[in-house]
């Protein structure tokens, strides 16, 4: 290439950074979001609420009819916020993902699961990239957000976006920036939760960085799009170990008869060099339980073994049957079989409040409490029906009838709205896995 091109293909990518530049600060970017779930609706919302237009992509046409008749299947956002949103004009929701090529920036929040093999699925992700690539044009920001392992946007997604014959950093610009949304957590709504981006360039770092200073408090960018892949990978990591830490000293606590919680309470008075982590009935959700997964399959691929991962798994997958046991053993205490026991469970979610039963661990307890011949119910205000093994089950209320009927109620998710004295006064034995009842003194109550 002959200086004067490189001068004149510099002066345009200037020239279309700028112009990108000039339309992110003045809000008249048009931003895409791919993918309207936990993750995509809410970053909609908060690009919308900071005065950009935004269309919301996604594949899932029941969403998207629900949203455009101001419906939200998200507990935390309002059906009247979706409604104002959609009549306003500043939020459209399609499945034209055609539509792609208008968004001068576009933001991909799809699931990545994982494979029943414990590999990545990125099918989701692929499939994303594809329709961006579809109609990928000069001067486009795209970022990932989808939990990912450190390389997806290197290796992945910068050569399908290559092969449209565009270069990335000169044409198009991409950064991966880590979702870390917390559903159900009205103190950290997405505009006040601190937002990590890494560019493929320095430039597309700029931008990106840029596009979500519009809407969230505080933008810290790091070297590479490796390092924030990575970074949301510990942050999971992390909890999933301390987590799996708290588990096994409740097992050894129950073990030797210790309140773990009355030990955590008081450790955490440590001012200094202590982090609370609570034992519960096992994890949950779309994140903590497989986002460690990815950097475990990573890492193995590149010959690196990492094995607190392993341990904070089988820990934490090991929960639920512990905590099944312990019913059993409860129950047998008191001379009960748990075959034809009516065994309660109060809620089913994977963590309070909210209506996400995504890898609850309470499906799997119902599993084993079924296989072990109990007779179960279940209440839950966020899931009014449940199918677990093909059977269909209805939420019952948490009434003193209703509890009074069972041998043993199972607290597995603490919903702030249950009444956990109404629960103690009725329920004949209460079996409470995330110290809901704390503060009850009451004989019938055991504690994980
Ligand atoms: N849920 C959380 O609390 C949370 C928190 C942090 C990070 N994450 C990460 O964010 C990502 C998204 O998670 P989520 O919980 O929002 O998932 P979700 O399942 O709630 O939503 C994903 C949406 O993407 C749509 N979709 C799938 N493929 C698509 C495609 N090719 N084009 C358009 N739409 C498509 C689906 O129909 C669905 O509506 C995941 O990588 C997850 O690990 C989730």
């Known amino acids: 290439m002959s200086t004067s091109n490189v001068a004149i293909g510099s002066a345009a990518v200037s020239g279309m950074w700028v112009e990108l530049d000039a339309k992110i600060r003045s809000h008249e970017a048009q931003v ?13 919302l908060t690009f919308k609420n900071a005065g950009f237009t935004v269309a919301g992509f996604d594949v899932d046409t029941r969403r998207v009819s ?6 939200s299947y998200i507990t935390d956002i309002p059906d009247a916020e979706v ?41 989701y992700v692929l499939s994303a990239v594809e329709a961006i690539a579809k109609g990928l044009r000069r001067g486009q920001l795209i970022v990932l957000e989808s939990t990912t392992y450190p390389g997806t946007t290197e290796e992945l997604v910068i050569p399908r976006l290559e092969e449209t014959g565009l270069r ?5 610009f991409l950064a991966f920036s880590p979702e870390r949304v917390d559903p159900g957590n009205k103190k950290y709504p997405p505009s006040r939760i601190p937002k990590v981006v890494g560019g493929a360039t320095e430039r597309c770092a700029q931008l990106a960085a840029l596009l979500y200073a519009q809407c969230i408090e505080e933008v810290m960018t790091v070297s590479s799009t490796r390092v924030a892949e990575m970074v949301k990978l510990l942050e999971n990591t992390f909890r999933s170990v301390n987590i799996a830490l708290a588990n096994e000293i409740a097992l050894m606590c129950a073990h030797t008869g210790i309140d773990v919680w009355e030990v955590i309470k008081a450790a955490s008075t440590k001012p200094f060099g202590f982090m609370p982590f609570y034992p519960g009935p ?10 460690p997964i990815y950097l475990l399959w990573k890492a193995r691929a590149d010959g690196f073994p990492l094995r607190f991962i392993d341990l904070a798994d089988e820990i934490n997958s090991g929960m639920p049957r512990a905590v099944a046991i312990r019913a059993m053993q409860l129950l047998n205490l008191q001379g009960k079989a748990f075959k034809g026991a009516r065994v309660h469970i109060l809620g089913v979610t994977y963590k309070r409040d909210i209506s996400d039963i995504r890898e609850s661990p309470a499906l799997e307890i119902i599993k084993l409490c079924l296989a072990a011949g109990a007779e179960l119910f279940y209440s839950d205000p966020f899931v009014p029906v449940l199918s677990v093994e093909g059977r269909r089950f209805e939420s019952l209320p948490v009434s003193p009838e209703v509890l009074r009927q069972c041998d043993l109620a199972m607290i597995v998710t603490d919903h702030s709205s249950f009444d956990y004295r109404l629960i103690a006064d009725h329920a004949p034995l209460v079996f409470d896995t995330r110290n809901a009842s704390a503060g009850l003194r009451r004989p019938n109550i055991v504690r994980l």
């Open 168 to 172: 990335v950093g000169e044409d198009f």
């Open 282 to 291: 096992g994890l949950g959700g779309h994140c903590i339980p497989i986002d």
């Open 32 to 44: 895409g979001v791919i993918g309207l779930g936990y993750v995509g609706l809410p970053l909609a």
């Open 66 to 71: 629900e949203l455009r008749s101001g419906h």
């Open 83 to 123: 409604g104002e949103a959609v009549a306003s004009g500043k939020l459209l929701a399609t499945d034209d993902l055609n539509r792609i090529a208008e968004m001068d920036a576009v933001i991909i929040c799809v699931p990545t699961p994982l494979r029943k093999t414990k590999d990545p699925d990125l099918s």
